[in-house]
């Protein structure tokens, strides 16, 4: 087949297409995602649903979620401590690197505030690292925004413990779930877990006049 179209004009999802069209042909099928990855389809499904203005996501790894999200977005943001992630990072006008911790970022917003309208909370795992996320970011986070938090739902004690792969981030969970009065969360109970959260002191966000 000849493709016409100039490389560096192809748009994100048309590389993706291509992608995956050739490597259907050459193996048959697309390789199947690891059992554990499901919420990057499934938080990619969201961010189409929604359509996010500004998307923040709080340790960004190797950008497997990040570069999902970007067809759905008008303005990105990663933030991660490690400086090598911004190698991972797909090439966009829309999308920002942030190496700093996520302490320091939460530091910039409040002397530069931004209106967040889907935040992903995924980098120190700790019940009081997420807790301190949470709360830290929260303020910025746009009225029936949502916050995603990951790794809230270990299948069994071993991945639960401290510096393993889910910490004990479902202890945020089951802290902030105590009192719900300014926002709303459920808990996909699969592992690893994934909570959504909704910020709201109202059901109907156009009847919501508390702001």
Known sequence: MVNNEHPKLLSLNRVVSLVDRYRNRLFGRAPQPSPELWHLSFIECLARVVKPNLYVELGVHRCELFNRIIPYAQQLIGVDIDAQARHFLAKSDKVKF??????????????????????????????????????????????????????????????????????????????????????????????????????????????????
């Open 98 to 211: 942030i190496n700093s911790t996520t302490d320091e970022f939460a530091a910039a917003l409040r002397a530069k505030p931004m209106s967040i309208d889907m935040l992903f909370i995924d980098a120190d795992h700790s019940k009081e690292a997420v807790l301190k996320d949470f709360w830290n970011y929260f303020p910025f986070v746009s009225h029936h925004g949502l916050i995603l938090m990951h790794d809230t739902h270990p299948k069994s004690i071993e991945f639960a413990q401290p510096g393993r792969y889910c910490c004990d981030a479902y202890k945020a969970v089951e802290e902030l779930s105590i009192n719900t009065d300014k926002f709303e969360m459920m808990t996909i109970p699969v592992h690893p877990g994934l909570t959504l959260c909704r910020k709201r002191t109202a059901q109907l966000s156009w009847l919501d006049n508390k702001y």
